[in-house]
């Protein structure tokens, strides 16, 4: 189906462990984002990519790592995750050629780290 | 960078009322998004505001940005209990979009 979709949903990990959710945009977006939602913070940007092979820090950056070789494609990796990082993950497109501003979100990922 | 405030945090109503939600930007918008998140779902799109002044509706909400475009409001008339859920507003950082901030929310609850 055409769309935004994130893998996993739903994530219980142990910290010190690496970590990749997936998300993958069918419509050929050129920007990528990933945020992560708190309570008390609302959403976060930790990382975005305007293009493939380009990427660039958000708002709280620290702990992730992020590729985007492939357009479709924009994985977020915790390298060894903590606790603090166990959060609902966000990841979100959109085509600036058209200059709409919508961003189409995914459906969210759920991680906890024990 | 870009600070968005939001208020109330949260808000309860009877259903058939209105209510406002205001969102409030540190700097000038180049433009002014709100969402909506239906709880343990993703964001969906409603509207964008660019232009001072301007004013967007649709079907029973209605939102506004200032003419100095620091300020927005988000109106709902006659809420239902398919209104019911958070609200965030967001901006573009800069004219390319790239550094897309959002604010805190607004959990509505609408009680029928």
């Known amino acids: 189906d055409a769309g935004i979709t994130q893998s996993p949903r739903y994530k219980i990990t142990e910290t010190g462990r690496q970590v990749t959710l997936m998300c993958h945009q069918t419509w050929s977006h050129s920007y990528m984002f990933w945020y992560r939602q708190d309570l008390g913070h609302g959403l976060r940007l930790i990382y975005y990519s305007a293009a493939a092979d380009i990427t660039d820090k958000g708002e709280v950056p620290d702990g992730y790592v992020v590729s985007r070789s492939k357009t479709e494609n924009f994985p977020l990796t915790l390298e060894s995750a903590t606790r603090s990082q166990t959060s609902v993950y966000f990841c979100?497109?959109?085509?600036?050629?058209?200059?709409?501003?919508?961003?189409?979100f995914g459906e969210g990922s759920r991680l906890t780290v024990l | 960078s870009q600070e968005l405030e939001q208020s109330p945090q949260s808000l309860i109503v009877q259903e058939g009322k209105n209510l406002t939600i205001n969102c409030t930007s540190s700097?000038?918008?180049?433009?002014l998004y709100w969402y909506k998140q239906k709880y343990g779902e993703g964001l969906i799109f409603l509207m964008m505001l660019q232009k001072g002044g301007e004013e967007k509706s649709h079907e029973k909400i209605t939102a506004k940005l200032d003419e100095k475009k620091q300020q927005s409001s988000l109106h709902i008339t006659a809420s239902q209990p398919s209104h019911a859920g958070i609200y965030l507003c967001?901006?573009?950082?800069?004219?390319?979009?790239?550094?897309?901030?959002f604010g805190p929310g607004t959990r509505l609850s609408v009680l029928p």
């Open positions: 700097k000038t918008l180049y433009g």
């Open positions: 979100a497109s959109s085509d600036r050629l058209r200059n709409t501003g919508e961003l189409f």
């Open positions: 967001g901006a573009d950082g800069n004219n390319y979009g790239q550094n897309f901030v």
